[in-house]
């Protein structure tokens, strides 16, 4: 007969295990329904929440639970394995695909869900025609030499002509994307920007701010910001960023938006997922600001 200290042991052990096992497929709460936990980047969390309320509606036996953070909330998550789908604005590294395929025994599962626009938001009566890539790379990068708006032609009204740098804090999805793609790799950005939490709040700041200029996922625009065009290299036209531009490449700062689970989904993992790909969940996608999948032919 087993002692009572081991059949302690093994409860224990058993509720210790019980958040991994069920990972795969949902946990099932007091009420016999089914919870999915969501979480991750604060770029697509509008779009999560619609997608949630609305599956939730026409499943009442499934709730789908959304939290922000950034995408570096969501990817550390699925590394400690308590998340069953991680919301991402940029794509798992490989030490952190390592990190949780040691941790868990799974390997995160990459699925597309959509695109965004980086924009590029002014104050509304800031006049600039237009922005390149290097003229970005200089104004937000360490060493840049673009301090002031009139260092690019632009006259501005007095006491705003020095450019008040908005950015995102560095556990967001959305810095790291605009660091690789406008800095490069091996620069950083330079000190003194304000550095918020949410992409509301970067646009949010620049209705208030004259002299501020800011870069935020295009489904976050808002009155009182406007979105400035881009020129991807010198003597090549400005773009402004649309589905059309960002599903034909045009756009220089676009990117997909990802989901991740930790291994292949099942059950109503999968089924929630399969929906937000489906007509439903990508017309939803659209109207939350955000670009659909390319209809298949």
Known sequence: MRSAPFLQALAVAGLLLAPLACKQTGSRSAKNRTVIQNTGSDTMVNAAQAWAEEYSALHPDVSVEVSGGGSGTGIAALINGTVDIANCSRKVEPVESQKAKANTGRDPVELVVGYDAMGIFVHKDNPLPSISLEQLAEIYGERGSITRWSQLGIQMPEGADEIILIGRQSNSGTYHYFRETVLGKKRDFKLGSRDMHGSKDVVELVTKTPGAISYSGIGYAMPGARMVPVVLRPGTPPVAPSAETTL????????????????????????????????????????????PLPKRK
């Open 248 to 291: 034909d490449g045009s756009y220089p700062i676009a990117r997909p938006l990802f989901m991740y689970t930790l291994g292949h989904p099942q059950g109503p993992i999968k089924d929630y997922l399969d929906w937000i790909l489906g007509e439903q969940g990508q017309a939803m996608l659209a109207r939350s600001g955000y670009i």
